[in-house]
């Protein structure tokens, strides 16, 4: 299994300019997340989705969009990228986060610049 | 709301010293505490859960509800040890990890 996989892995775009950050897992995961890293502040969530074709708010949505055609893919949207959308964003599955002994899987990151 | 707070965003030992992560929560029910790390070159992965009381790679942790804590604790500590670690509270509502800022641990030879 290769888990998570994002692409780009590096990325750097104009003020306005619009991209999809891919996120595919091959682990047949239910539930998909975005999450956010800057620095010293830790990770915030961005999105999530409990299933295909559900998907829902995390704290940092604005700027933001997703989909969820499918279980394995869960691409995040950047639609007008602004300098404040700076960050490594990180995609992650589990299958089921309430039972006890789930985890996430992470996947290796994807760092964006917008200048 | 729930929020995950770690002090310190760099801890620099020598090897073989004792380590202690801080970690300070609030939230207002029944918490499920985790550690997760990042390796160098690596993917965030989970380290230890609270409810498992397990000890991995030598790090323990205990949740002190009194104290609101969940501090890693590892009592000779790595170089391999050297990492990003991250504190991270789930919740009932959704289920939704709130994570911490983060700690660079730097071990030092």
């Known amino acids: 299994n290769a888990g998570v996989t994002q692409t780009p892995k590096f990325r750097i775009l104009k003020i306005g300019q619009s991209m999809t950050l891919q996120c595919t897992q091959d682990m047949n995961h239910n539930y998909m997340y975005w999450y956010r890293q800057d620095p010293g502040m830790g990770l915030k969530l961005i999105y999530y989705s409990v299933g295909a074709g559900i998907t829902d708010k995390g704290e940092v949505p604005n700027g933001y969009n997703v989909s969820r055609s499918t279980t394995e893919d869960f691409p995040l949207r950047l639609e007008l990228a602004a300098p404040s959308q700076t960050s490594v964003y990180f995609c992650a599955s589990s299958y089921d986060p309430g039972q006890r002994n789930e985890k996430l899987f992470f996947g290796s990151g994807t760092q964006l610049s917008v200048l | 709301a729930q929020r995950v707070t770690q002090p310190e965003k760099l801890l620099s030992v020598f090897k073989g010293a004792p380590v202690e992560l801080k970690c300070n929560y609030s939230y207002s029910g029944s918490p499920e505490l985790f550690w997760y790390v990042q390796y160098s070159r690596q993917r965030l992965q989970l380290l230890l859960r609270h409810i498992s009381r397990e000890s991995i790679k030598g790090f323990t942790a205990d949740l002190n509800k009194g104290e609101t804590s969940f501090h890693l604790k590892k009592p000779f500590a790595q170089e391999e040890d050297s990492a990003m670690y991250y504190c991270?509270?789930?919740?009932?509502?959704?289920?939704?990890?709130?994570f911490g800022g983060g700690t660079r641990l730097m071990v030092k030879p």
């Open positions: 991270a509270l789930r919740t009932g509502a959704g289920n939704m990890l709130t």
